[in-house]
């Protein structure tokens, strides 16, 4: 009790419980008057310690009886709300295997169960879901979300020099800084990815139930909340898809995708179907992008038309030195590449003075012409 | 005085651990028991009170749908105050989608401490704590979060170290260092007074 003997800074008064109660309700349970008396330089820091405490206060709002017990019983109506749909989509699913009739009304309740899961990440409780909230919750330091409203595509550059053209109605959430041994971000709706090479650190694209695992390549997924499939289309290198551990007791297999194969997950059936040929696909032939369809193949090919099939690619503004650029020729490769990587190709190619800054979809090149 | 508030840990210790188990009624003291400091707390954070409603009730959910997976030992009002503020956090993400730095430092303490006006009884005193009142709403927002943690909410320093995701010796920095810079305004710009004041007690 009498530690108080020891204090000498107002800190030590301010954390002291019942000193707090002595100022501010005046109740001196400890006798402070008569030992703040006993000594002057005691009293001095006894008033300090009172003055602070005065100019500190946090009004207590005390919410009244009926008010806590409304929110009491609106709290266990959530948890209610949580479980009964909780338990709904599993136990229909389980009983749904066994019957077939059953099985589209099953599917039905895991659509929306995975689509408001896809939103609300973390309102489940399941020990899948648990899991896959730890996951989410060990990467939100720094998980940076970008949703695209615009009728335009947007690049988005990574912090490991990879890039995403995210598609309207889309987002994507990704750590500013990839650390650890893998690269992972979390999509919604639609994305091309150009992935920077890094065989040390797999990159994982987490998408509805599906996984995509990937170490350097580029490839498009497809993953709207409220579509029937999920598609995920290879484009260069070489992809691995496998289901979300969400889905781990149901089937576990791995997918591997090559250049121009791609794979639709059917979220009602719960399948994966391997697309070979995806020409010979309609839904796949019709909805590819531009950047799918243009060549990065240059041979000898002018610089203003080189940046022109980017800028369609990429749905980006590029302003550049046009004159002092006109007469440079450039024979370069640069498919399966990052567009950050692109466009240092491209500066280095054309000469020691060339920089690019990237700013958005705004791209400004800087140039004092072609060696 | 202080074996009550050992007392109110064993209290929050035994109810914690009974609520582990499934006890709905330990759940219920431990929600009316901390429901409102949480509004509070939550409001400083978001000047939007239904939603901040919205967050506590989920934590308490939470709290109750996981309950298996919670830990054994944990300082109950520290962990609850730390999972509004992370919750918070989030919902703020959520709905700032376009800012590019959200995280859980960018939501910030939007509170301003009053004064207890009842207790100052003479003009002196008066003047003296309004300027010291001025001097606290002035400081950093993360000064003065720190500040209400430790002082109103009876924190530790370790645990506001984790709630506000930084060390130790940060934590400690941020409740100095307010505390330092109050002083130094403070004792420089009215030592007159200071001197009359302690020989009037």
């Known amino acids: 009790m009498q530690k108080r003997n020891n204090y000498t800074e107002i800190e030590d008064f301010l954390a002291d419980e019942s000193f707090q109660k002595w100022i501010l309700l005046k109740i001196d349970e400890e006798g402070w008057e008569e030992w703040t008396l006993e000594n002057r330089q005691r009293a001095k820091l006894v008033e300090d310690a009172r003055l602070l405490l005065l100019g500190m206060k946090v009004s207590k709002n005390q919410l009244s009886k009926a008010e806590l017990s409304d929110a009491l019983s609106a709290t266990w109506k959530k948890i209610a709300e949580r479980e009964a749909n909780f338990q709904k989509s599993v136990l229909s699913f389980k009983r749904g295997i066994s019957r077939n009739w059953l099985f589209g009304a099953a599917a039905a309740l895991l659509i929306c169960f995975f689509s408001v899961w896809f939103y609300q990440k973390d309102s489940f409780s399941t020990d899948a879901i648990v899991s896959y909230k730890e996951l989410i919750e060990e990467n939100n330091e720094g998980l940076v979300e970008q949703t695209n409203n615009t009728e335009k595509s947007q690049i988005i550059t990574l912090s490991d020099g990879s890039s995403v053209l995210l598609q309207p109605n889309s987002k994507l959430s990704y750590p500013k800084i990839f650390t650890g041994n893998e690269r992972k971000v979390y999509l919604s709706g639609e994305g091309f990815f150009e992935i920077s090479k890094n065989p040390k650190k797999p990159f994982f694209v987490y998408a509805n139930e599906i996984v ?20 995920v289309l290879v484009r260069t290198g070489k992809v691995r898809v496998m289901p979300n551990d969400l889905l781990k007791e149901i089937k576990n297999e791995e997918v591997v995708l090559l250049p121009n194969q791609a794979l639709r997950f059917t979220r009602k059936e719960l399948t994966f179907n391997k697309i070979l040929n995806i020409t010979e696909d309609p839904i796949l032939t019709s909805s590819t992008r531009n950047i799918e369809q243009l060549s990065f193949e240059f041979t000898d090919i002018p610089v203003d038309q080189i940046l022109k099939t980017i800028e369609q690619a990429y749905q980006v503004e590029i302003d550049f030195p046009k004159e002092k650029l006109q007469e440079c020729r450039l024979t370069t490769s640069l498919s399966d590449q990052p567009l950050p990587e692109k466009l240092k190709i491209i500066c280095k190619s054309i000469g020691n003075e060339t920089n690019y800054e990237m700013n958005g979809n705004q791209i400004v090149i800087t140039s004092l012409g072609c060696n | 005085m202080s074996h009550i508030i050992k007392n109110k840990l064993i209290d929050d210790a035994a109810l914690w651990s009974n609520l582990k188990a499934g006890d709905e009624k330990s759940f219920s003291v431990l929600f009316e028991k901390y429901y409102s ?4 707390y939550g409001n400083s954070l978001s000047p939007y009170s239904e939603k901040v409603q919205d967050c506590v009730q989920d934590v308490f959910a939470d709290i109750w749908l996981y309950r298996n997976s919670l830990q054994e030992y944990v300082v109950v009002k520290a962990y609850l105050l ?9 919902l703020f993400e959520r709905d700032h989608i376009f800012r590019k730095a959200a995280s859980t430092e960018s939501i910030e303490f939007l509170f301003d401490f009053s004064i207890e006006n009842d207790l100052v009884e003479d003009e002196l005193t008066a003047e003296r704590v309004l300027y010291l009142n001025k001097l606290l709403n002035e400081l950093p ?4 979060e720190a500040l209400y943690l430790r002082y109103h909410q009876g924190l530790n320093v370790e645990q506001i170290a984790e709630m506000l995701d930084v060390n130790y010796q940060s934590a400690n920095n941020l409740l100095y260092r307010g505390l330092l810079s109050l002083r130094k305004d403070w004792k420089g710009s009215i030592p007159l007074i200071l001197l009359l004041s302690t020989s009037v007690l």
């Open chain 2, 82 to 90: 730390s999972s509004v503020r992370k919750r918070i956090a989030r």
């Open chain 2, 37 to 40: 400091d949480l509004i509070s």
């Open chain 2, 141 to 144: 927002a993360r000064q003065k």
């Open chain 1, 212 to 231: 995509t695992r990937v170490v350097g390549t580029s490839f498009r997924i497809k993953a709207y909340p409220n579509q029937q499939d999920v598609e």
